[in-house]
């Protein structure tokens, strides 16, 4: 089973900055897309950012130049980097991988989760 495990959540003041890093049990190469998403209890999953194997990357449309994805390959991680935090970016942060395996004639894509790292901002 692949895991993917998250660190670097915390506590961080308003305009502060944090790392998250999301380490895989599989190559990170091996991932279609790997990235993050983030909840706030009650609401629903969000895209954060994403990096997709051929090079391309997406964000939710509130980071608007606050964060970067990157892929940190020397030590097979992912890496989220937030700067110029706000109160409303408080949620728990998860890991995501896509994998396709070729059954036969069709693609079969597959989601994987890691297991949520805190964050939050507050003063």
């Known amino acids: 089973q692949i895991q993917l495990v998250e660190s670097g959540g915390g506590l961080v003041q308003p305009g502060g900055s944090l790392r998250l890093s999301c380490g895989a049990s599989i190559r990170i190469s091996s991932f279609r897309a790997i990235g993050w998403y983030r909840q706030v209890q009650g609401q629903q999953r969000e895209l954060v950012a994403t990096?997709?194997?051929?090079?391309?990357?997406n964000y939710g449309d509130f980071v608007k130049g606050r964060f970067t994805i990157s892929r940190d390959n020397a030590k097979n991680a992912v890496i989220l980097q937030m700067d110029s935090l706000k109160p409303e970016d408080t949620a728990v942060y998860y890991c995501?991988?896509?994998?396709?395996?070729?059954?036969?004639?069709?693609?079969?894509?597959?989601?994987?989760w890691g297991q949520g790292t805190q964050v939050t901002v507050s003063s």
């Open positions: 995501y991988g896509q994998t396709r395996e070729q059954r036969g004639n069709r693609p079969h894509d597959y989601d994987h």
């Open positions: 990096s997709l194997n051929y090079g391309d990357t």
